[in-house]
């Protein structure tokens, strides 16, 4: 049966199982035995190990006689057997032998037998006899049989294995079911799971028998739970026992037989069952190579042990649960070293630093409770609970008498002496600490080294420790654990005091004292610590000799408040400052003198013109609110216990704009951080005084006294906010900024290094400055305006006799105002207006209100509309350039002499004319009329009166008739007003008429009509006729009227009328060539209402004789658009001037402008429909680019003067018919 068992299995088999449970691949293993009828399963075993699966009877038999009279009768007591017990699980194997064969000659065939046997016995179940042909033979027939036999047995040993295990999970199950019925018990169910496991671990299926020893484990840990809670079970009783033995996890062996006998029986306690689940639970993770589940799940057991045995109320000896845990700990790690190489743990460290710590932790609670950590050593009463911990440990198990780093050995030698416990316990602690540092866990690291701290307090040694409580704080502090911060301020207290380091000593009390988790009495005594210092001499001190401790710790500052809430004032004004603290003392503080240097600066205050010109910026950051009040950043109050890891200072974010320099457009917009240095600086090199393990303070920390300063004395802090009141010295101009605060007790200062947010105000000295701005949006021309005088003194101290002299102009007296005030007087002469001032103190603000009235110039200004034909403007006058609404502004300048400065002040004031006027002349047949438009740009209403038209000249006989009947007409804004005459003559008209237009206007709203209305005159000249222009337009050839469509032909004749004068024989500027003089005229047609398409060109210069009559026609062709009375293009007719300088540079013959492609470009406001039409039909050409257009001179136009052309075609009209008759409509009436 050797080779049968080796032989099974080495072939893998599917195993499938119920529940939908995924198939496995296993290898079967199994022992045979001889039969016995007691080794068959009786009523209740459930050993599943030892369960018979599979029941085999073996026979070689080949006689018929023999099979009949002994062999038959075996096999049917052998099934009978089987049958009682309710085994159905066997098989019957015939061997055949060639031997047998060759000694009975007489015997049947060998199918004889196995018939009969299948015949007797395996009627429907042939496959449960199985024939095995000469197995010790190599045979090939013989090697098939046996593979034949063997793949058979591996088939039924499965299926009734599978069957059989079915039916011992129903059982299990049944039996957990019970588990509320009285009497069950935990430790029976524990065999039969764990029996189950066994089987699974056997089939080398790891992962199920992990399995059934968790459900195991969250059942017995549920039950403690309910037993916590009050509902017991009565079998945790025998759980419940006391402690005796303590020797912590065994690891070594694969099953820990002496435990489990004890769960066997019922015998063992809490520490017993864990620690024999857990050693079961880690050898089946080390076979599934999960050697780092092994250390956490061992964490939380011995972690989940010591409580589990609070909830049983398990009495266990002092000293003996941390002998427990220590043991266990060393055990999980020795067993997971033997397993793993050194690379495979150094790398995954992060696993195994819990149970280092642990550890640490349980020796160092033994060393404390065993007197091994006291200055003086262990006691009498330690050395008994010393020995009573080692006796529980009992004797070294076997496995570990040979390693000399046994956690055993290591226990006992830590305990039996205070050197060996101090190498032992310092070993164990930095290995943490190394390996939490390795795997980034600073937090952990710091934790374990407080803990050193502690233990080198303890034995009387403060040097070391205070490293470690230094690292500590600051990590405290910088991630805001207020109750660690506390606690350890309290022992690096202890430990300045020990080690004598005032100072320090002193700020890590100033500190406690104001910590609100203290209580109020430990807050008093570190109070008092201060103040005993603060009182009394010392020896090593020098009398003078102070400490400055941090503000921080003393005081918190809220907000400081500036009154005027500006912070900008002039020289010598009060200025003063609401400082808000809020006291961190316990009690009530007496401070000799609080004190606030201040920093003086010239480069934002001195001596300015500007006193709002630049507001204040204290405020306006991110704790500013803008009106004088500075709020101050409140941090944690954890800020300024520092230990070098103090709050960083907050973001100090302004916006930053970016925009275009030509059109000031917004490019891009971002955000710039302002203390950008502060926020990246290496906080380990930054001294602050803050850190209590600084030494003195640096030379540049201590106040000035020399320094200009803000101080209040004989100050008493309540415990809460305080207002303190400071009055800030204003002598000198210039910038003030607070830079350091400080508080002084006695010996002891408290010094706030650095404010922020940035506090300060600014002093000015400010220059008198003079201003003069109207009362209304513009100023009219014309009528009285009111202009208000504004008069900032600045440092200049106005007297008695003190006077304005303002140089009058006869375009703009100033008038006596009623508006003035009474302690003004106004003097006026023929060129100076004297205006006498009050006596005012400096910095202040003198205002009053004049009138003034710009008179209308008579002779209009020009139409400035003449430009280069290439778009360049030619120069205008500065004061007569139109302003956006159409009104022409003039620009008067005042001279001011005033008493505080030597110079004259120039002050312009710009005014507006409130009319546009323009005039036309009108012919209707030989009788000619003159119009006058007259046109109120602004934006007020006006009355106007008595409108009349005069000649110059009165020796020229002209009568001009009025046909205006209204002599007053109120002319509302934007609005136009026509005046008509008719003018007579006696025998011939003249050359030239020169004309005067007069009329009274008032604002509606005057309230003295007959006092407030002001003459207007506008003088113009009507030239006689020069040129008359006349258009036909003719049908195309063989049609009597023109048709939409078709082309026409336009015949424009340019006639002169009369020679020119000698005046406008100068402005035409003609030329003579071989005796014949000649102008230049530029024609233009042009069609605003788009009824005509010009064809061709529709611009060109013509040279016209200077002679009477003289007569030029131009032909063209124009298209009818719309059918109907059409009425003539529009035609146009310009001087042309051309340039008669010599070019700067030698012109380029491509910019050369020929005639016929000239075009006007700019024809003033009355002709910009013409030109936009000009421009859509493409007719304008440019001269070439900017930079070539400098150096050229260019030709101009200009319009002629109103009656120079007489236009014959104004108002006529031509008929145009349609091309074919569309208005045919078809009626159906049905």
Same mark, same amino acid.
């Given at each position: 049966?050797?080779?049968?068992?080796?032989?099974?299995?080495?072939?893998?088999?599917?195993?499938?199982?119920?529940?939908?449970?995924?198939?496995?691949?296993?290898?079967?293993?199994?022992?045979?035995?001889?039969?016995?009828?007691?080794?068959?399963?009786?009523?209740?075993?459930?050993?599943?190990?030892?369960?018979?699966?599979?029941?085999?009877?073996?026979?070689?038999?080949?006689?018929?006689?023999?099979?009949?009279?002994?062999?038959?009768?075996?096999?049917?007591?052998?099934?009978?057997?089987?049958?009682?017990?309710?085994?159905?699980?066997?098989?019957?194997?015939?061997?055949?032998?060639?031997?047998?064969?060759?000694?009975?000659?007489?015997?049947?065939?060998?199918?004889?037998?196995?018939?009969?046997?299948?015949?007797?016995?395996?009627?429907?179940?042939?496959?449960?006899?199985?024939?095995?042909?000469?197995?010790?033979?190599?045979?090939?027939?013989?090697?098939?049989?046996?593979?034949?036999?063997?793949?058979?047995?591996?088939?039924?040993?499965?299926?009734?294995?599978?069957?059989?295990?079915?039916?011992?999970?129903?059982?299990?199950?049944?039996?957990?079911?019970?588990?509320?019925?009285?009497?069950?018990?935990?430790?029976?169910?524990?065999?039969?799971?764990?029996?189950?496991?066994?089987?699974?671990?056997?089939?080398?299926?790891?992962?199920?028998?992990?399995?059934?020893?968790?459900?195991?484990?969250?059942?017995?840990?549920?039950?403690?739970?309910?037993?916590?809670?009050?509902?017991?079970?009565?079998?945790?009783?025998?759980?419940?026992?006391?402690?005796?033995?303590?020797?912590?996890?065994?690891?070594?062996?694969?099953?820990?037989?002496?435990?489990?006998?004890?769960?066997?029986?019922?015998?063992?306690?809490?520490?017993?069952?864990?620690?024999?689940?857990?050693?079961?639970?880690?050898?089946?993770?080390?076979?599934?190579?999960?050697?780092?589940?092994?250390?956490?799940?061992?964490?939380?057991?011995?972690?989940?042990?010591?409580?589990?045995?609070?909830?049983?109320?398990?009495?266990?000896?002092?000293?003996?649960?941390?002998?427990?845990?220590?043991?266990?700990?060393?055990?999980?790690?020795?067993?997971?070293?033997?397993?793993?190489?050194?690379?495979?743990?150094?790398?995954?460290?992060?696993?195994?630093?819990?149970?280092?710590?642990?550890?640490?932790?349980?020796?160092?609670?033994?060393?404390?409770?065993?007197?091994?950590?006291?200055?003086?050593?262990?006691?009498?009463?330690?050395?008994?609970?010393?020995?009573?911990?080692?006796?529980?440990?009992?004797?070294?198990?076997?496995?570990?008498?040979?390693?000399?780093?046994?956690?055993?050995?290591?226990?006992?030698?830590?305990?039996?002496?205070?050197?060996?416990?101090?190498?032992?316990?310092?070993?164990?602690?930095?290995?943490?600490?190394?390996?939490?540092?390795?795997?980034?866990?600073?937090?952990?690291?710091?934790?374990?080294?407080?803990?050193?701290?502690?233990?080198?307090?303890?034995?009387?040694?403060?040097?070391?420790?205070?490293?470690?409580?230094?690292?500590?704080?600051?990590?405290?502090?910088?991630?805001?654990?207020?109750?660690?911060?506390?606690?350890?301020?309290?022992?690096?207290?202890?430990?300045?005091?020990?080690?004598?380091?005032?100072?320090?000593?002193?700020?890590?009390?100033?500190?406690?004292?104001?910590?609100?988790?203290?209580?109020?009495?430990?807050?008093?005594?570190?109070?008092?610590?201060?103040?005993?210092?603060?009182?009394?001499?010392?020896?090593?001190?020098?009398?003078?000799?102070?400490?400055?401790?941090?503000?921080?710790?003393?005081?918190?500052?809220?907000?400081?408040?500036?009154?005027?809430?500006?912070?900008?004032?002039?020289?010598?004004?009060?200025?003063?400052?609401?400082?808000?603290?809020?006291?961190?003392?316990?009690?009530?503080?007496?401070?000799?003198?609080?004190?606030?240097?201040?920093?003086?600066?010239?480069?934002?205050?001195?001596?300015?013109?500007?006193?709002?010109?630049?507001?204040?910026?204290?405020?306006?950051?991110?704790?500013?609110?803008?009106?004088?009040?500075?709020?101050?950043?409140?941090?944690?109050?954890?800020?300024?216990?520092?230990?070098?890891?103090?709050?960083?200072?907050?973001?100090?974010?302004?916006?930053?704009?970016?925009?275009?320099?030509?059109?000031?457009?917004?490019?891009?917009?971002?955000? @710039?951080? !302002?203390?950008?240095? #502060?926020? /990246?600086?290496?906080? &380990? *090199?930054?001294?602050? %005084?803050?850190?209590?393990?600084?030494?003195?303070?640096?030379?540049?920390?201590?106040?000035?006294?020399?320094?200009?300063?803000?101080?209040?004395?004989?100050?008493?802090?309540?415990?809460?906010?305080?207002?303190?009141?400071?009055?800030?010295?204003?002598?000198?101009?210039?910038?003030?900024?607070?830079?350091?605060?400080?508080?002084?007790?006695?010996?002891?200062?408290?010094?706030?290094?650095?404010?922020?947010?940035?506090?300060?105000?600014?002093?000015?000295?400010?220059?008198?400055?003079?201003?003069?701005?109207?009362?209304?949006?513009?100023?009219?021309?014309?009528?009285?305006?009111?202009?208000?005088?504004?008069?900032?003194?600045?440092?200049?101290? @106005?007297? !008695?006799?003190?006077? #304005?002299? /303002?140089?009058?102009? &006869? *375009?703009?007296?100033? %008038?006596?105002?009623?508006?003035?005030?009474?302690?003004?007087?106004?003097?006026?002469?023929?060129?100076?207006?004297?205006?006498?001032?009050?006596?005012?103190?400096?910095?202040?603000?003198?205002?009053?209100?004049?009138?003034?009235?710009?008179?209308?110039?008579?002779?209009?200004?020009?139409?400035?509309?003449?430009?280069?034909?290439?778009?360049?403007?030619?120069?205008?006058?500065?004061?007569?350039?139109?302003?956006?609404?159409?009104?022409?502004?003039?620009?008067?300048?005042?001279?001011?002499?005033?008493?505080?400065?030597?110079?004259?002040?120039?002050?312009?004031?710009?005014?507006?004319?409130?009319?546009?006027?323009?005039?036309?002349?009108?012919?209707?047949? !030989?009788?000619?009329?003159?119009?006058?438009?007259?046109?109120?740009?602004?934006?007020?209403?006006?009355?106007?009166?008595?409108?009349?038209?005069?000649?110059?000249?009165?020796?020229?006989?002209?009568?001009?008739?009025?046909?205006?009947?209204?002599?007053?007409?109120?002319?509302?804004?934007?609005?136009?007003?026509?005046?008509?005459?008719?003018?007579?003559?006696?025998?011939?008209?003249?050359?030239?008429?020169?004309?005067?237009?007069?009329?009274?206007?008032?604002?509606?709203?005057?309230?003295?009509?007959?006092?407030?209305?002001?003459?207007?005159?506008?003088?113009?000249?009507?030239?006689?006729?020069?040129?008359?222009?006349?258009?036909?337009?003719?049908?195309?050839?063989?049609?009597?009227?023109?048709?939409?469509?078709?082309?026409?032909?336009?015949?424009?004749?340019?006639?002169?009328?009369?020679?020119?004068?000698?005046?406008?024989?100068?402005?035409?500027?003609?030329?003579?060539?071989?005796?014949?003089?000649?102008?230049?005229?530029?024609?233009?047609?042009?069609?605003?209402?788009?009824?005509?398409?010009?064809?061709?060109?529709?611009?060109?210069?013509?040279?016209?004789?200077?002679?009477?009559?003289?007569?030029?026609?131009?032909?063209?062709?124009?298209?009818?658009?719309?059918?109907?009375?059409?009425?003539?293009?529009?035609?146009?007719?310009?001087?042309?001037?051309?340039?008669?300088?010599?070019?700067?540079?030698?012109?380029?013959?491509?910019?050369?402008?020929?005639?016929?492609?000239?075009?006007?470009?700019?024809?003033?406001?009355?002709?910009?429909?013409?030109?936009?039409?000009?421009?859509?039909?493409?007719?304008?050409?440019?001269?070439?680019?900017?930079?070539?257009?400098?150096?050229?001179?260019?030709?101009?136009?200009?319009?002629?003067?109103?009656?120079?052309?007489?236009?014959?075609?104004?108002?006529?009209?031509?008929?145009?018919?349609?091309?074919?008759?569309?208005?045919?409509?078809?009626?159906?009436?049905?």
């Amino acid at each position: 049966y050797t080779s049968l068992a080796q032989q099974l299995p080495k072939e893998p088999m599917e195993w499938r199982r119920s529940y939908g449970r995924a198939p496995k691949m296993i290898h079967l293993e199994a022992n045979f035995v001889q039969f016995k009828e007691e080794l068959l399963p009786k009523d209740g075993n459930r050993a599943l190990l030892t369960f018979p699966f599979l029941h085999i009877y073996w026979t070689d038999c080949c006689d018929t006689e023999m099979y009949k009279a002994s062999v038959k009768d075996d096999m049917l007591r052998w099934q009978s057997t089987l049958r009682l017990h309710g085994s159905v699980d066997w098989l019957i194997v015939v061997v055949e032998s060639e031997a047998k064969k060759k000694n009975k000659t007489n015997i049947l065939p060998r199918t004889s037998i196995v018939d009969k046997i299948r015949n007797d016995f395996c009627n429907k179940q042939s496959d449960r006899c199985v024939v095995l042909s000469d197995p010790l033979k190599e045979s090939s027939r013989s090697q098939d049989s046996w593979n034949s036999f063997l793949t058979k047995l591996r088939t039924l040993l499965l299926m009734s294995f599978t069957k059989n295990l079915g039916r011992f999970e129903d059982d299990m199950r049944t039996l957990r079911e019970k588990r509320t019925e009285p009497g069950w018990s935990f430790c029976d169910y524990f065999m039969v799971q764990e029996e189950l496991a066994f089987v699974f671990e056997m089939l080398q299926q790891f992962e199920d028998a992990l399995v059934q020893y968790d459900e195991l484990d969250a059942l017995f840990t549920q039950y403690v739970l309910n037993f916590g809670a009050g509902d017991g079970a009565n079998w945790l009783g025998s759980f419940c026992a006391p402690v005796k033995r303590w020797s912590g996890l065994l690891l070594r062996r694969p099953i820990d037989m002496e435990k489990r006998e004890l769960i066997q029986r019922g015998e063992a306690n809490l520490l017993d069952l864990r620690s024999y689940l857990f050693s079961r639970q880690c050898t089946l993770l080390i076979f599934l190579q999960r050697p780092w589940e092994v250390t956490q799940r061992a964490l939380e057991l011995l972690h989940n042990c010591v409580q589990e045995l609070r909830l049983l109320e398990v009495s266990v000896v002092q000293g003996a649960l941390d002998c427990w845990v220590f043991l266990s700990c060393l055990e999980v790690l020795h067993r997971i070293e033997g397993c793993c190489d050194r690379a495979q743990l150094e790398a995954n460290c992060s696993h195994t630093v819990g149970l280092w710590t642990y550890a640490t932790e349980k020796l160092k609670s033994l060393g404390y409770l065993c007197g091994l950590v006291a200055e003086k050593g262990p006691t009498s009463e330690d050395l008994n609970r010393t020995v009573d911990l080692l006796a529980g440990l009992g004797e070294e198990r076997p496995e570990t008498v040979n390693s000399l780093q046994s956690p055993y050995k290591k226990l006992n030698e830590a305990l039996s002496s205070v050197e060996a416990f101090e190498k032992h316990y310092l070993e164990l602690s930095q290995a943490a600490m190394e390996m939490y540092r390795a795997i980034g866990r600073m937090r952990s690291s710091r934790l374990i080294g407080k803990s050193l701290a502690e233990f080198y307090m303890k034995k009387g040694d403060p040097e070391r420790a205070e490293g470690f409580l230094d690292d500590s704080l600051r990590s405290y502090v910088a991630e805001g654990w207020s109750l660690q911060v506390t606690h350890t301020r309290k022992q690096m207290a202890e430990c300045q005091k020990l080690l004598q380091q005032t100072e320090d000593y002193l700020q890590t009390s100033a500190l406690l004292a104001g910590d609100a988790n203290l209580t109020e009495e430990e807050r008093k005594h570190f109070y008092q610590v201060i103040l005993t210092f603060a009182s009394q001499e010392q020896k090593d001190w020098h009398p003078d000799q102070t400490v400055a401790l941090s503000m921080a710790a003393f005081a918190q500052l809220r907000q400081m408040q500036f009154s005027p809430p500006g912070a900008v004032v002039h020289v010598g004004a009060a200025l003063q400052l609401e400082l808000r603290v809020r006291c961190l003392m316990p009690v009530a503080v007496q401070v000799e003198q609080l004190a606030a240097t201040l920093h003086f600066s010239l480069e934002q205050g001195g001596a300015r013109g500007r006193a709002g010109g630049t507001q204040r910026r204290t405020g306006q950051g991110p704790q500013g609110q803008g009106d004088g009040v500075v709020l101050f950043p409140q941090g944690s109050p954890l800020a300024g216990a520092g230990m070098g890891a103090s709050l960083p200072p907050a973001l100090e974010l302004y916006e930053m704009q970016d925009r275009s320099p030509s059109d000031s457009s917004l490019n891009s917009t971002g955000v @710039v951080c !302002k203390n950008m240095h #502060l926020l /990246l600086r290496r906080h &380990d *090199s930054s001294a602050s %005084l803050d850190t209590p393990t600084a030494g003195a303070l640096p030379a540049a920390v201590a106040v000035d006294d020399g320094a200009q300063m803000l101080r209040a004395r004989d100050i008493t802090l309540q415990p809460g906010d305080n207002s303190i009141l400071f009055t800030a010295p204003t002598g000198e101009p210039g910038s003030y900024t607070l830079r350091q605060l400080c508080g002084s007790v006695g010996r002891v200062q408290f010094v706030q290094s650095h404010i922020y947010p940035v506090v300060q105000y600014e002093v000015y000295s400010q220059e008198p400055q003079l201003t003069i701005e109207p009362l209304s949006d513009n100023l009219l021309a014309g009528i009285p305006q009111k202009v208000k005088f504004t008069i900032a003194t600045g440092h200049y101290s @106005v007297k !008695k006799g003190d006077a #304005l002299q /303002l140089s009058n102009t &006869d *375009s703009m007296p100033i %008038l006596h105002s009623s508006c003035c005030s009474r302690a003004l007087s106004v003097q006026s002469s023929e060129k100076v207006t004297s205006i006498s001032l009050p006596p005012t103190p400096p910095y202040h603000t003198l205002e009053f209100q004049l009138e003034v009235l710009c008179h209308i110039p008579p002779t209009p200004f020009k139409p400035d509309i003449e430009r280069l034909t290439n778009g360049e403007v030619r120069h205008r006058p500065k004061n007569h350039s139109q302003a956006d609404s159409g009104m022409i502004h003039i620009d008067q300048k005042v001279s001011i002499d005033c008493p505080w400065s030597i110079y004259s002040t120039l002050i312009s004031l710009t005014f507006y004319v409130p009319f546009k006027a323009k005039h036309s002349i009108l012919s209707a047949g !030989k009788r000619k009329y003159i119009q006058v438009c007259l046109q109120n740009v602004s934006d007020t209403n006006f009355h106007l009166v008595d409108p009349v038209l005069t000649e110059r000249q009165p020796t020229i006989p002209v009568e001009l008739l009025s046909f205006n009947a209204k002599t007053q007409q109120t002319v509302c804004s934007q609005q136009s007003v026509f005046c008509l005459w008719e003018m007579r003559w006696v025998k011939h008209l003249p050359l030239c008429l020169q004309c005067a237009f007069s009329a009274s206007f008032a604002p509606v709203s005057a309230s003295d009509a007959h006092t407030a209305f002001k003459p207007y005159r506008y003088e113009f000249q009507l030239d006689r006729t020069l040129y008359s222009l006349k258009a036909e337009i003719l049908p195309s050839s063989g049609d009597q009227h023109c048709r939409t469509g078709a082309l026409c032909g336009l015949e424009v004749s340019i006639t002169r009328q009369a020679e020119p004068s000698e005046t406008e024989g100068e402005e035409e500027e003609s030329t003579e060539i071989e005796g014949l003089r000649t102008t230049k005229l530029m024609y233009e047609v042009v069609d605003n209402s788009s009824n005509w398409a010009v064809c061709g060109k529709s611009t060109g210069v013509v040279s016209m004789p200077v002679a009477a009559s003289a007569t030029h026609r131009v032909q063209m062709e124009v298209m009818p658009l719309f059918a109907g009375h059409l009425p003539f293009p529009n035609i146009k007719v310009f001087k042309y001037l051309p340039h008669s300088a010599v070019p700067a540079i030698q012109p380029d013959t491509d910019s050369c402008l020929e005639n016929d492609t000239m075009s006007l470009l700019d024809k003033g406001l009355d002709d910009q429909g013409d030109t936009a039409s000009i421009r859509s039909r493409g007719s304008i050409h440019s001269v070439g680019s900017g930079e070539q257009q400098r150096g050229l001179p260019m030709p101009r136009l200009e319009p002629f003067s109103p009656g120079q052309v007489f236009y014959w075609s104004q108002g006529r009209q031509v008929l145009v018919l349609p091309v074919t008759d569309d208005h045919v409509m078809e009626v159906n009436v049905t």
